[in-house]
């Protein structure tokens, strides 16, 4: 089993069970603490701050048809590149459309391609890794071989491939991507996977007659959440940059419909002429949301899993 | 009911490829309601026996003979078959009481997967009757328990516990493998008592894994003395004190350590006192 050795992140010798453990005794010292509470001890103020910069895209992309003070298709000649005002907050693009409300609407495309990708990813991941941590051996090495195969493909030329032979559309970049990002996850889960079904409790289950089936899932899976949750939180970041520059290269979301990446590649042209709104907004808003997704998942699930809980 | 018909066990090392032979051919069979103990010293062979049975024998070893357990050729079940077994006709009762409970689950979640997952009893019927089990091994604040996580809880009261999940589902045999080494002296002879209690009272079979002599006498119908994976005698407890037919055994009577300073100890729970 040379594939055990170089690739796999370093795991954390405390172990998971140990933390979990610990969080039991401090509910019992200190009674139990709300989630909320948890929640914010686990975060800090500038974690907080990120959550609710998040909110606020969220709900940008529910509400957007309220918010959005122009049509984000809508132009006019006469109204191309003005600059930010009263009227139009971003200013307006080469078509003479209110950039902020595209960003407003934008944000749908660029939020939903990402969930796409990472939901498709963990489940993948999940099943890949937990498969092969419950038969272990031979079938531990097929699906070890498999994610071998999926390394050697940059996400990038994987996605480009997919586009190539299915079309370009936001659903297949997603679809191709979420490949791409599997083996990554796939291989961080199976690492804890592995510890918790070395631990004796597992073989006693077993032996009392459990299925393979039911023990992963209900103890082996909880276990793992973690690194899960924080795999798809990292990962969300990593699949909005990298659909930001499929739709920038043209393989993605197809104009006029408004997307981040793909307003930045439109603002392109412009900003050579001086005329650095759209672009810059646009990538702002992409760099703003990355961010503060990547520290609540760095938050949450960096901070347990190093053990750490103030 | 349980016959074990010329039992062995080899295992190969993977780099020198050499065999080592673990168990030797050993037979022995157990009626219904029987417990045979086996004892032995330590690498004897006596724990691998009862993996044997279970289907839990070290990778890449090799078992040979037949284990029959009412009818079945546990040899050669498939894997779905193992399980039932497992969940209908087995109960492990392991040394550390600790590495049966999963650490983050309440002691509820243990008894009632036990019976749920493993037996498919209606978990509502499981929940209702996890505090029965609990007061039938004589823990009497069963909701303290039952909301507790395993490290909350003694040693004693949780393999109280685990007696508790190894009789909920009314199996036909007790593999007990040491079953009181990682507990304090003070309640090794609670744990045996209720052990024992619950076997006769539900009329089980019992295979008890020991190297105290003394103990294994006093809970089992027939001892089986084992040396170097093989089974030297097997008889009760009465003919292997009184009778031994190898010098093994006799060493083994005599190995025996003893606070007693005139020399006697007691043997049996009935007050009979043997002569070393």
């Known amino acids: ?310 | 009911m349980l016959n074990v018909e010329g039992l062995t066990l080899a295992v190969t090392d993977p780099d020198t490829g050499q065999e080592t032979e673990i168990l030797r051919g050993n037979s022995f069979s157990l009626g219904q309601g029987e417990a045979l103990g086996l004892v032995g010293e330590s690498g004897s062979g006596k724990s691998m026996t009862l993996k044997c049975i279970l289907g839990i024998e070290p990778p890449g070893s090799k078992v040979g003979g037949s284990i029959e357990l009412g009818g079945t050729d546990l040899l050669a079940a498939s894997g779905e078959q193992l399980r039932k077994v497992r969940a209908n006709e087995l109960a492990l009762i392991a040394q550390n009481p600790h590495g049966a409970l999963n650490p983050v689950l309440h002691v509820e979640r243990f008894l009632i997967e036990g019976m749920a997952d493993a037996r498919g009893i209606p978990k509502a019927e499981a929940k209702a009757r996890a505090a029965g089990l609990l007061r039938q091994v004589g823990i009497t604040d069963t909701e303290r328990v039952l909301r507790s996580y395993p490290h909350q809880l003694s040693g004693g009261l949780l393999q109280r516990v685990v007696i508790a999940g190894a009789i909920s589902g009314e199996p036909r045999l007790l593999l007990a493998d040491e079953p009181t080494t990682a507990l304090d002296v003070t309640t090794q002879a609670e744990v045996v008592a209720i052990l024992d209690e619950k076997r006769r009272e539900h009329g089980l079979s019992m295979i008890f894994v020991s190297h105290d002599l003394d103990l294994a006498a006093a809970i089992c119908d027939r001892l089986a003395v084992m040396k170097d994976g093989a089974i030297l005698e097997i008889g009760t407890p009465e003919e292997i004190r009184d009778r031994p037919k190898t010098d093994y055994t006799r060493a083994l009577m005599a190995a025996r350590p003893l606070l007693h300073p005139e020399g006697r100890a007691p043997v049996l729970p009935n007050g009979t006192e043997t002569d070393v």
Do not use: K
């Not at chain 1, 089993?1 to 969080?23: F, Y």
């Not at chain 1, 080469?94 to 409300?101: L, M, P």
């Open chain 1, 1 to 310: 089993m040379s594939r055990q050795t170089s690739m796999e992140p370093p795991v954390n010798t405390v172990g998971q069970d140990t933390v979990s453990v610990q969080a039991v005794r401090r509910q019992r010292l200190e009674g139990p603490v709300s989630g909320w509470n948890r929640m914010r001890r686990r975060l800090g103020t500038l974690g907080l701050v990120c959550v609710g910069v998040l909110a606020v895209v969220v709900l940008t992309t529910i509400f957007a048809p309220l918010i959005a003070p122009y049509d984000p298709y809508a132009g006019s000649v006469v109204d191309r590149h003005l600059p930010p005002s009263p009227e139009h907050w971003f200013g307006t693009d080469q078509s003479g459309r209110d950039i902020f409300s595209r960003i407003i609407w934008g944000a749908r495309t660029s939020l939903i391609g990402p969930t796409v990708v990472v939901l498709v990813a963990a489940a993948a991941a999940v099943t890949l890794a937990l498969t092969a941590v419950w038969f272990g051996g031979r079938v531990d090495a097929f699906i070890g071989r498999i994610l071998d195969i999926l390394f050697a493909f940059p996400n990038m030329l994987l996605a480009i491939l997919a586009v190539a032979i299915f079309g370009p559309s936001l659903l297949t970049a997603s679809i191709a991507l979420a490949i791409g990002f599997t083996p990554y996850s796939a291989r961080v889960i199976r690492s804890v996977a592995l510890r918790e079904r070395n631990l004796p409790y597992v073989a006693s289950a077993q032996l009392q007659g459990i299925s393979g089936f039911l023990i992963t899932v209900r103890h082996i899976l909880p276990n793992v959440r973690t690194q899960i949750f924080t795999g798809m939180t990292i990962n969300f970041g990593y699949a909005m940059i990298d659909l930001a520059a499929l739709s920038f290269l043209g393989l993605g979301v197809q104009p006029p419909t408004p997307d981040w990446g793909l307003m930045v590649s439109n603002g392109q042209a412009s900003l050579l002429q001086g005329y650095w709104e759209q672009s810059v907004f646009a990538g702002l808003a992409i760099v703003i949301t990355v961010a503060a997704l990547g520290y609540v998942g760095e938050q949450l699930g960096g901070r347990r899993a190093a053990g750490r809980t103030r």
